[in-house]
């Protein structure tokens, strides 16, 4: 086993601030984990991932999250309001047993409802990112196919724009359109897992920020310990969780989730001292 790895969740715009502020806080006390030799990324992890990849400072990064002058530019999405949608597929859930089905019913209302057109979303995706090209060092970003339900993991191998893997893991099905990448189109990295901590099987340690419980995420550590990775998860405390709100998409929510994660940063960075030396 070798190297570290950093696991980034889905969680929204509140997440992405979150976690950028998670990390800006453990580095202002002096410990910086985005040096990790693995970074996965998960829908809003994936913005968060591809972000620290860069030589943007960290101080840069949470400061485009708390500070509502330097925001970059956001839709509102049109398609099919959050409550109603988790409804929705936790229903289907009860219904479906095979994972893979119920991904593919997924799919098929994503494909279904109309939302904001796909070059529009894919712009906002680009002024995420303060870097077009993968970098240099692993990266893993997570989505679904539209079709089949299984999930893809681009990398710099992939020959797939970092954009568009990243708008791909973003798409949230029914809110935002699915991703056309070749002759398929892709959805949410969520739908398989929220965190896809299992991706980081063979790193020594394993750091987990996830935003939103994820429920296949205890299994996922239960295997990752069993073969000898040392796994931390952080998840929002109080404070985080109300900073939050009740729309994790509403980007009003971005400076006080980037404020949040950066005091609880601060006080998880004795613990993460532990973990990552």
Known sequence: MAGRAL??????????????????????????????????????????????????????????????????????????????????TARWAEEIDDPAELRR??????????????????????????????????LSIVAVDVHTGDPRVFDRDSGVPLIDAVAASCAVPGVWPPVTIGETRYIDGGLRSLANADLASGSEVVLVLAAIPDPALDDQVAELSATGSRVTVLTPDEESLAAFGTDPLDPATRTPAAKAGHAQGRRAAATIATLWT
Request: charged share 15%; proline share 9%; hydrophobic share 45%.
């Open 7 to 88: 696991v980034l969740g889905g969680g929204g715009l509140a997440g992405i601030a979150w976690e950028t502020g998670m990390l800006a806080g453990m580095a202002a006390e002096g410990h910086d984990v985005t040096g990790a030799e693995v970074l996965i990324g998960t829908s809003a992890g994936s913005v968060v991932a591809s972000q620290v990849a860069t030589a943007v400072p960290l101080a840069t990064l949470f400061d485009r999250q708390a500070d509502p002058a330097r925001w970059t530019p956001e839709l509102p999405p049109n398609g099919i309001p959050l409550p109603e949608l988790f409804e929705m």
């Open 105 to 138: 019913r997924v799919g098929t209302m994503a494909l279904a409802t109309e939302t904001v057109a796909e070059p529009d979303r894919r712009a906002v995706i680009a002024a995420r990112l303060p870097v077009h090209d993968w970098p240099g060092r692993p």
